[in-house]
């Protein structure tokens, strides 16, 4: 039984080991994956590193790779099979560069590697996944430097001037920042944007100055590699009497005028030129593309209109005055540069103030004028419009309002009081504010209140008035009137009849057989004052009781005709 299981024993351990050993045979072995895997871009420059914790030795390392591309067809994207990284095949050392291996730089790529010895191979290492253009750095510029008259003069050539395989296409988008400082013990360090072709002023002669160069697309916000440290020294600046200096520029409702100072006792000439800040972004030379102001050629004046040359489109200028002596020598100014929104000042508006019933209303012209279209269209204005009281009191607030229009309305206001106005215009977007216009006043109408109210109440009192009046007037006119017609009758008898009042008409009638007209016209013959009216009417009275006396006898007529012969002789 001993003998038995001991033969077990070793037979199930000889089996053991003819498996493992064809295992070996076939290439697996126990060595270790490399880790961490890393790959690092420098431009199209490609290098993959890793780490290996094995102890062992003649051990070798190999790396695949594979990326997914895009159907030109379709928007599938198709993986494409594993393949041996070109440069990373049996190296020695923990790094590998397969630059050539890569050309398709905006597709996902996916990297692996393990170790080998001899004929044993470990297992794969984790895969790395990348997408070159997004893991890509910026490399160094190049650069180029010159020392003369107290300048250094300064080239720069894009990261892959030289190379025919480019990760960044345009060129164009590089800006490039410059770090400086005093090669001392003691160093100030300053940055600043320069160009392609630049030229770094404000330096101490005889100065050995170290820098270095990094470039940059802002607009992805990817930084690259500095250049190597540059050093350079810099010479004693010639001072040429005939140069224009102190060069600047005044600017105001976009009206662009350039202004110098001379130091040449002799005649001089000036001709002020301009570059397009467009052509310093390039990396060609641009010495031949500098251009003559209109207006401002082979003038004697020191300074010069050049607001034709400014485009209604925003963009950068660059201008320099050339001054020229009757020998024809020459000489350039410094350069100056013109950002047109930016260095323009804005001017105060035109203002209009008018009044209504509660309203103050304030009507705005742009500065500039209607026809500058630049500073109303690009600055996008806004008005800051200041109103106060006018008064004796110095403390009186000072109120604000702010509008986009043209047109401002003020409400609310104090009835017959002097208010006055100015209005400032700015600008949000270039933080950028003009200077007030003038103070414009004006006073507002009166409270239309209160005359109404002492119109009603007049006319209520007149009513009143009139109400209780009219009857004691009229009562106060018919006694009156009755008094009148009782002591001062209208209508009275001559005073050489008032005794014969009753007498003449108490009288008998006519009769009929006298002639009433021969009476009368004794009367009318001999009295001219008898009221003309009252003969009358006694006349009719006397002919109608003629007319109507069918019972009138002789006698009757007797008596009357002895009665108007009386009458006829007192009359007389």
Same mark, same amino acid.
């Given at each position: 039984?001993?003998?038995?299981?001991?033969?077990?024993?070793?037979?199930?351990?000889?089996?053991?080991?003819?498996?493992?050993?064809?295992?070996?045979?076939?290439?697996?072995?126990?060595?270790?994956?490399?880790?961490?895997?890393?790959?690092?871009?420098?431009?199209?420059?490609?290098?993959?590193?890793?780490?290996?914790?094995?102890?062992?030795?003649?051990?070798?390392?190999?790396?695949?790779?594979?990326?997914?591309?895009?159907?030109?067809?379709?928007?599938?994207?198709?993986?494409?099979?594993?393949?041996?990284?070109?440069?990373?095949?049996?190296?020695?050392?923990?790094?590998?560069?397969?630059?050539?291996?890569?050309?398709?730089?905006?597709?996902?790529?996916?990297?692996?590697?393990?170790?080998?010895?001899?004929?044993?191979?470990?297992?794969?290492?984790?895969?790395?996944?990348?997408?070159?253009?997004?893991?890509?750095?910026?490399?160094?510029?190049?650069?180029?430097?010159?020392?003369?008259?107290?300048?250094?003069?300064?080239?720069?050539?894009?990261?892959?001037?030289?190379?025919v395989r480019k990760m960044w296409i345009a060129d164009l988008r590089f800006k490039y920042i410059l770090v400086i400082w005093e090669n001392s013990s003691n160093p100030e360090v300053r940055s600043q944007s320069i160009f392609p072709t630049?030229?770094?002023?404000?330096?101490?002669?005889?100065?050995?100055?170290?820098?270095?160069?990094?470039?940059?697309?802002?607009?992805?916000?990817?930084?690259?590699?500095?250049?190597?440290?540059?050093?350079?020294?810099?010479?004693?600046?010639?001072?040429?009497?005939?140069?224009?200096?102190?060069?600047?520029?005044?600017?105001?409702?976009?009206?662009?005028?350039?202004?110098?100072?001379?130091?040449?006792?002799?005649?001089?000439?000036?001709?002020?030129?301009?570059?397009?800040?467009?052509?310093?972004?390039?990396?060609?030379?641009?010495?031949?593309?500098?251009?003559?102001?209109?207006?401002?050629?082979?003038?004697?004046?020191? %300074?010069?209109?050049?607001?034709?040359?400014?485009? /209604?489109?925003?963009? @950068? $200028?660059?201008?320099? +005055? *050339? =001054?020229? !002596? &009757?020998?024809?020598?020459?000489?350039?100014?410094?350069?100056?540069?013109?950002?047109?929104?930016?260095?323009?000042?804005?001017?105060?508006?035109?203002?209009?103030?008018?009044?209504?019933?509660?309203?103050?209303?304030?009507?705005?012209?742009?500065?500039?004028?209607?026809?500058?279209?630049?500073?109303?269209?690009?600055?996008?204005?806004?008005?800051?419009?200041?109103?106060?009281?006018?008064?004796?009191?110095?403390?009186?607030?000072?109120?604000?309002?702010?509008?986009? %229009?043209?047109?401002?309305?003020?409400?609310?206001? /104090?009835?017959?009081? @002097? $208010?006055?106005?100015? +209005? *400032? =215009?700015? !600008? &949000?977007?270039?933080?950028?504010?003009?200077?007030?216009?003038?103070?414009?006043?004006i006073k507002t109408p009166g409270d239309k209140s209160l005359p109404l109210i002492i119109l009603a109440t007049f006319v209520t009192a007149l009513i009143a008035v009139l109400l209780v009046a009219m009857p004691l007037v009229f009562g106060l006119y018919q006694i009156y009137n009755k008094i009148k017609y009782v002591f001062f009758p209208s209508c009275q008898p001559p005073l050489n009849i008032e005794g014969f009042g009753g007498q003449v008409?108490?009288?008998?009638?006519?009769?009929?057989?006298?002639?009433?007209?021969?009476?009368?016209?004794?009367?009318?013959?001999?009295?001219?004052?008898?009221?003309?009216?009252?003969?009358?009417?006694?006349?009719?009275?006397?002919?109608?009781?003629?007319?109507?006396?069918?019972?009138?006898?002789?006698?009757?007529?007797?008596?009357?005709?002895?009665?108007?012969?009386?009458?006829?002789?007192?009359?007389?």
């Amino acid at each position: 039984m001993v003998v038995g299981v001991g033969c077990a024993a070793v037979a199930a351990l000889l089996s053991c080991f003819l498996v493992v050993l064809p295992l070996r045979c076939a290439g697996q072995t126990d060595l270790k994956s490399p880790q961490d895997i890393q790959v690092y871009v420098v431009n199209t420059n490609f290098t993959l590193r890793w780490n290996y914790t094995g102890n062992d030795t003649n051990v070798t390392f190999s790396a695949e790779y594979r990326w997914f591309e895009s159907s030109d067809t379709n928007e599938e994207v198709r993986e494409t099979e594993w393949k041996e990284l070109s440069g990373c095949q049996n190296v020695t050392r923990t790094e590998c560069d397969f630059s050539s291996a890569v050309t398709k730089y905006y597709d996902e790529h996916e990297v692996r590697i393990r170790a080998e010895r001899g004929e044993e191979l470990s297992p794969w290492s984790s895969i790395f996944e990348m997408t070159p253009y997004a893991i890509a750095q910026i490399g160094p510029p190049g650069v180029e430097l010159q020392s003369t008259n107290g300048v250094i003069k300064i080239k720069v050539s894009p990261p892959e001037a030289n190379q025919v395989r480019k990760m960044w296409i345009a060129d164009l988008r590089f800006k490039y920042i410059l770090v400086i400082w005093e090669n001392s013990s003691n160093p100030e360090v300053r940055s600043q944007s320069i160009f392609p072709t630049d030229t770094i002023d404000d330096l101490a002669p005889d100065t050995t100055y170290c820098l270095k160069v990094q470039a940059t697309i802002p607009l992805e916000f990817q930084e690259g590699l500095f250049s190597p440290i540059c050093c350079v020294k810099t010479t004693r600046k010639v001072n040429d009497l005939l140069c224009a200096t102190n060069v600047r520029i005044l600017a105001l409702n976009m009206k662009f005028h350039l202004h110098w100072n001379s130091q040449y006792k002799q005649h001089v000439s000036y001709n002020v030129q301009y570059l397009s800040g467009y052509r310093k972004t390039l990396h060609d030379d641009y010495s031949t593309e500098w251009l003559s102001v209109p207006g401002c050629e082979n003038i004697t004046d020191t %300074q010069c209109n050049f607001s034709s040359i400014i485009s /209604t489109t925003p963009g @950068l $200028y660059y201008l320099r +005055v *050339q =001054a020229m !002596s &009757e020998y024809n020598k020459s000489c350039l100014s410094n350069e100056v540069k013109v950002d047109p929104l930016r260095t323009n000042e804005i001017g105060p508006p035109d203002v209009k103030v008018d009044i209504s019933d509660v309203s103050l209303h304030i009507q705005i012209s742009p500065p500039g004028g209607s026809e500058c279209e630049v500073m109303r269209d690009h600055y996008d204005l806004s008005y800051r419009v200041l109103y106060w009281k006018n008064s004796s009191n110095n403390e009186e607030e000072v109120k604000i309002k702010e509008v986009k %229009q043209t047109i401002a309305t003020v409400s609310d206001l /104090t009835p017959s009081t @002097l $208010y006055c106005v100015k +209005v *400032q =215009a700015f !600008s &949000e977007v270039y933080n950028k504010s003009g200077d007030y216009s003038k103070e414009e006043c004006i006073k507002t109408p009166g409270d239309k209140s209160l005359p109404l109210i002492i119109l009603a109440t007049f006319v209520t009192a007149l009513i009143a008035v009139l109400l209780v009046a009219m009857p004691l007037v009229f009562g106060l006119y018919q006694i009156y009137n009755k008094i009148k017609y009782v002591f001062f009758p209208s209508c009275q008898p001559p005073l050489n009849i008032e005794g014969f009042g009753g007498q003449v008409f108490s009288s008998l009638y006519l009769s009929t057989t006298d002639e009433p007209i021969e009476n009368c016209s004794i009367i009318e013959a001999i009295t001219e004052e008898v009221n003309q009216i009252d003969f009358k009417d006694y006349k009719h009275s006397k002919q109608s009781s003629r007319d109507s006396g069918t019972y009138s006898n002789d006698s009757d007529t007797s008596g009357s005709k002895a009665s108007e012969e009386t009458l006829v002789k007192e009359i007389v």
